[in-house]
């Protein structure tokens, strides 16, 4: 059998892998990515010696023998230089009371209880829930993308079965502590909506040290994959954006390229937003009532959908590695109330700025409607605005931290949607329940009537977690070797 041609729309996660594995596979493909360096939302950069990180929070796979580390090191993600966290994340009330949520379990256990005594019987349910996570392996059956990848995590679900569902800021009302209960309605990246269950197995692959920093941060990261790509004979064009898919009968047969070019193969694959994928790549002809419901532009709020960068002139190497300010007084800030503030500070990691030097990165909640400016006069306005309110609030715990910003960064929805092309920015997850059985469930990768085509990345997944889009790449050249009768290859 001669070698099948696959072009690849997207260099993000899912893009990537779908290479590589294509590649180890005996398929040739070719990657387009309109933006200049490959990673998609898995992106860093630099401003004036300072590295703004967009993207991981926690890398998750960083244990050997997890599945999830199986896929890393398949792709040449790893081994690499990983630095440990303290903590997942740290809280500060307004009056300056501190709780960190230790990955260390005994440690947290003792933090818990010195915060909230009065809280003893549930914090010791708590650590007892995470421990039933522990060595199972929670987050790689993510990787499975459907219940079949629960198999062997029955007897922990069905202990846990009223968590999989049940929103983590319900689960702590629990709490008489006023600081606990504000602060684990939080301790999934400010949202109070993730399942309860994510928070448990999450917090036990950390305490196993499944779940660390990578030195250089995203862009690093996602250089070292595309590096293995191209060293399997991959082809990566950076900087050619893909305007359409081409059909033939029912089958995708190629794409066009922004300048009109067109280019054919036997498999078209699109890590691109699904939305723009179905509705401008494809023109709305290959769709269901339920990819309609799923494809509804995002509606409110999106989290992450604003990020205010600083660069400082101090040494945060002693500070938490994430911290939430919880305020009594709710401050507004791009357009919508916030009770609460959240950022990365990096100090653990040296190669983010110069010795002495600093990193604060903090993420807010906010409609796309808000960034939608009249004007560039008006949007830059608003940058500039946000900037200085943030800089205020942070003075409140890092006293005097206004006279040591060096330089400031802002993104926005409109930044996701102009460099990534996202609908609506970061918002690409197709609309669907919140919660660990549909996280579990991935959406399908392949649209109705049309042969020859799939869709990987974030869209399938529905999780957002860098490892869930990898694994959607893997996943399609699975199914391609299975059509094609080829014994399917992993990449190391």
């Not at 594995?21 to 200049?36: A, F, L, P």
């Not at 054919?264 to 990819?291: F, H, M, Q």
């Not at 990193?359 to 006069?377: D, G, L, Q, R």
Request: proline share 4%; with cysteine.
């Amino acid at each position: 059998m001669g070698r099948k041609s696959i072009l690849i729309i997207g260099a993000g996660m899912g893009g990537l892998a779908a290479g590589i594995y294509g590649q180890v596979n005996g398929y040739d493909t070719e990657i387009y990515e309109m933006h200049s360096s490959p990673g998609g939302q898995c992106a860093a950069w630099q401003r004036q010696g300072y590295t703004f990180d967009a993207c991981i929070h926690h890398l998750m796979g960083c244990k050997d023998g997890s599945s999830i580390n199986q896929l890393w090191q398949e792709l040449g993600a790893l081994p690499r230089e990983l630095v440990a966290q303290r903590e997942s994340v740290a809280f500060v009330s307004s009056s300056g009371e501190m709780f960190y949520h230790l990955n260390d379990l005994e440690l947290l256990r003792e933090e818990m209880l010195a915060v909230a005594p009065e809280d003893r019987d549930e914090i010791e349910e708590y650590i007892k829930r995470i421990r039933s996570f522990a060595g199972k392996d929670m987050m790689g059956a993510l990787l499975d993308g459907s219940k079949l990848g629960m198999a062997g995590l029955l007897g922990t679900v069905a202990k846990n079965r009223k968590y999989m569902t049940m929103p983590l800021g319900e689960y702590a009302k629990r709490y008489k502590s006023p600081l606990l209960r504000r602060a684990l309605a939080l301790a999934v990246y400010s949202l109070p909506d993730a399942p309860t269950a994510l928070h448990f197995a999450k917090q036990a692959s950390a305490a196993e040290g499944d779940i660390l920093w990578p030195l250089g941060g995203s862009a690093a990261f996602a250089g070292s994959i595309a590096e293995r790509y191209q060293a399997l004979g991959g082809v990566l064009h950076l900087g050619q954006k893909v305007v359409g898919i081409l059909t033939e009968r029912g089958r995708a047969i190629g794409v066009e390229l922004a300048g009109g070019e067109r280019r054919y193969a036997d498999i078209v694959v699109s890590d691109a937003d699904g939305r723009k994928t179905i509705y401008e790549l494809l023109g709305g002809r290959y769709t269901t009532a339920e990819i309609e419901q799923w494809a509804k532009p995002p509606t409110g709020e999106t989290n992450w959908g604003t990020m205010v960068y600083l660069g400082v002139n101090r040494d945060l190497s002693d500070q938490p590695s994430a911290l939430v300010m919880l305020l009594d007084e709710p401050v507004t800030l791009t357009g919508r109330a916030h009770g609460s503030l959240e950022m990365q500070i990096y100090g653990f990691d040296p190669s983010m700025a110069a010795p002495g030097k600093g990193v604060i990165k903090v993420e807010m909640v906010t409609p796309f409607s808000y960034w939608n400016c009249a004007s560039e006069a008006e949007y830059e306005d608003k940058k500039r605005q946000v900037t200085e309110q943030v800089i205020v609030v942070l003075g409140r715990y890092f006293g005097g931290i206004a006279d040591d910003v060096e330089v400031s960064d802002v993104v926005t929805l409109r930044t996701w949607e102009r460099f990534m092309g996202g609908t609506h920015g970061f918002a690409n997850m197709p609309n669907k329940p919140f919660n660990m059985n549909a996280m579990l469930t991935q959406a399908p990768n392949t649209l109705p009537g049309l042969a020859g085509f799939y869709m990987v990345g974030v869209w399938v997944s529905s999780t957002g977690a860098l490892f869930a889009n990898a694994a959607t790449g893997k996943r399609v050249i699975r199914e391609l070797c299975k059509q094609d009768k080829r014994r399917f290859k992993d990449a190391c």
